[in-house]
């Protein structure tokens, strides 16, 4: 069975060391001091490996079923939940006013790798609310948000996002459910939507549906799609769950991965709901929720990762096999650990270092929106040049990462027991959901890269720039800092080919989307690893070890990675041609 022990001690750096949040002036980060998130994390972590982590093989192992209409989650979820919203998790970042602990984003952020990491499908109802709670906590009117924050925060009642249809899952303009007006104020909606995470289940009493539905006469395409509140019992007027509304569980997939998160086909037949927003402005209030969706799935990406390397470098370094390429590393016994073994050094180097700087990049973003949440607008623009990358890169990494993990198992890692595969295939969902990475590539070079006529990318050059200028005043870092200046130099260079080619000829530069996507995913863990290593020349951190570690990853990951930039350039360079080439029959 599988082991998870979350790795306090490097958030706790990234958090105090690189990030120096205590000093920073974002609201609310001044009480964070280091005992205080070390005394968090610490419970988080024991939570994690003592009730979540246990449940992680055998909740993927048992599922979930559909009974009598019914979705049952299996053995042991309904308590772990329980304890859960007991220990205050699922409402860390909510506001006091609604029982929330009004903690920062960022805090939510470390917890939620943890959770995620320990037991992906039982963190994901909780993680779905929370995208739930700060929709209506944004879009929602004085009663809404009255009537159902604090029920989501508590997750007494859980969330869920309802945007996909059989005809309809990238194109949104597809979305065919009705929402007819009625005289009371509210609507009817009836449609069919699929692919519902935790669309129906028994952890909650009740399941506040976030759906997108078009009202009669509005406009085709998104543009006519609004959003509604429709929970699965009407509150009465206690404002406790009441007579069922008109949502059915018509049946649950039977899939790769997550097989404790239910993904749900449900039917509404004139269920009752309540719009929430302008008319017609749905996609605006649905992207809250998508936005901070795509940075938790960004998060599930590499914390599963960071699981299965903790899992992978325990293996390594017990398993033996063969000889240390250099002599024996361990005479007396009859063969050495995998780990002396160049290659397999070369798997763990490769995980570990992308663990730990996604780990910062993600920690970062989250700062960039409590920095936004609190008013500052460049921390918006990057925040918002970023959520493409981090849920693209993150989890394209990820899943490779945790490949990775499973290949150094050898044989043991295909076979179910070791729980390595399960790593992999929860993994892959993040790749594909909340937008698959090809629309998030799409969304960084059509959309975030021009927005605010390049505000977002000025930022983040800005952010290069000034973290380069300060490593070259140490003769170590000088190689790291030129190796992150040619990184963003090759990124420079893609981007101008982007925006010379992009309007005449937009099969030219999205043929190169992706590309650009993980060049700038490079880019930005190579100005984590090169703020880490900055961070460890000026730590107080009496741990040398643990330092020096960092160092030597920070080198790897520039040395190794950052040639890569050019690669991408060069792809990127050659247009489009040579992929449309074919005709749609020739294939
Ligand atoms: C386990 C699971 C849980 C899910 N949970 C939810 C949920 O809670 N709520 C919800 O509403 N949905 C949910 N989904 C749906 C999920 O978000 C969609 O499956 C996903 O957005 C992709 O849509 P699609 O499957 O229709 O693929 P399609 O849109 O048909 O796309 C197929 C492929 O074509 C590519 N593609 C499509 N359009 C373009 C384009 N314009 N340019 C370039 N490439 C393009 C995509 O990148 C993808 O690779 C879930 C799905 C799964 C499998």
Request: charged share 20%; glycine share 10%.
């Amino acid at each position: 069975m599988p082991r998870y022990q979350a790795n306090v001690k490097d958030m706790q750096f990234v958090l105090h060391e690189m990030l120096q949040i205590s000093t920073a002036d974002t609201p609310g980060y001044q009480d964070l001091e280091p005992d205080f998130t070390k005394a968090i994390l610490d419970a988080v972590a024991r939570v994690a490996t003592e009730t979540l982590t246990p449940l992680n093989i055998s909740g993927d192992r048992q599922g979930c079923c559909l009974d009598g209409g019914a979705v049952h989650t299996p053995d042991g979820f309904k308590p772990a939940f329980k304890a859960l919203r007991a220990g205050g998790w699922t409402s860390l970042c909510c506001a006091r006013e609604d029982g929330g602990e009004g903690l920062p984003f960022l805090m939510y952020t470390a917890v939620g790798e943890i959770l995620s990491a320990a037991n992906m499908a039982l963190n994901m109802y909780a993680g779905l609310t929370h995208g739930a709670y700060s929709a209506i906590a944004r879009h929602g009117s004085p009663d809404q948000r009255r009537m159902w924050l604090p029920k989501l925060a508590s997750c007494e009642w859980t969330g869920t996002m309802n945007l996909t249809e059989p005809q309809c899952g990238t194109d949104l303009g597809l979305i065919g459910t009705r929402a007819v007006p009625q005289a009371d104020g509210s609507y009817r909606l009836s449609g069919q939507k699929i692919f519902i995470s935790a669309g129906d289940h028994d952890l909650a009493e009740n399941i506040v549906h976030l759906v997108l539905a078009r009202t009669p006469d509005a406009p085709s395409g998104t543009k006519g799609l609004s959003l509604f509140i429709v929970p699965k019992f009407l509150p009465d007027a206690q404002g406790r769950p009441g007579t069922a509304n008109g949502v059915y569980t018509r049946g649950i997939e039977e899939k790769m991965g997550i097989h404790a998160s239910p993904t749900c086909a449900l039917d509404y037949d004139q269920a009752q709901g309540w719009l929430m927003g302008p008319l017609h402005g749905g996609m605006a209030a649905m992207f809250t929720m998508m936005n901070e969706a795509r940075l938790g799935v960004g998060l599930q990406g590499y914390a599963l990762a960071g699981a299965a390397y903790e899992n992978a470098l325990e293996y390594a370094r017990t398993r033996r096999q063969g000889r240390a390429p250099s002599g024996p590393f361990d005479p007396e016994a009859d063969a050495d650990p995998l780990i002396v073994h160049p290659d397999v050094r070369r798997m763990l180097m490769e995980q570990k270092s992308f663990v730990e700087g996604a780990r910062a990049l993600a920690f970062w973003g989250a700062s960039l929106i409590d920095r936004a949440e609190a008013g500052d607008a460049p921390s918006d623009a990057l925040a918002s040049l970023l959520t493409p990358v981090i849920k693209g890169v993150l989890t394209d990494r990820g899943f490779d990462s945790t490949v990775l993990a499973q290949q150094v198992f050898g044989g043991y890692g295909y076979i179910e027991d070791t729980g390595m595969a399960q790593f992999v295939r929860d993994a892959r969902i993040t790749m594909i959901y909340e937008g698959a990475n090809g629309v998030q590539a799409l969304d960084l070079v059509g959309r975030k890269l021009g927005a605010q006529k390049g505000e977002g990318l000025r930022l983040l050059l800005a952010e290069i720039e000034a973290e380069c200028a300060r490593a070259r005043d140490l003769a170590e870092l000088v190689p790291l800092a030129d190796a992150l200046t040619q990184g963003t130099a090759e990124m420079m260079q893609a981007t101008a080919y982007l925006a010379q080619t992009g309007k005449a000829h937009p099969d030219q530069a999205l043929a190169g989307s992706y590309d650009f996507m993980h060049l700038m995913g490079h880019v930005c863990l190579g100005l984590m690893w090169l703020r880490m290593a900055f961070a460890v020349q000026h730590s107080t951190w009496t741990d040398q070890g643990f330092l020096q570690a960092k160092l030597h990853t920070a080198q790897y990951y520039l040395t190794r990675h950052m040639p890569a930039c050019a690669m991408h350039r060069v792809r990127i360079e050659t247009g489009g041609d040579n992929v449309m080439a074919l005709r749609a029959d020739a294939f």
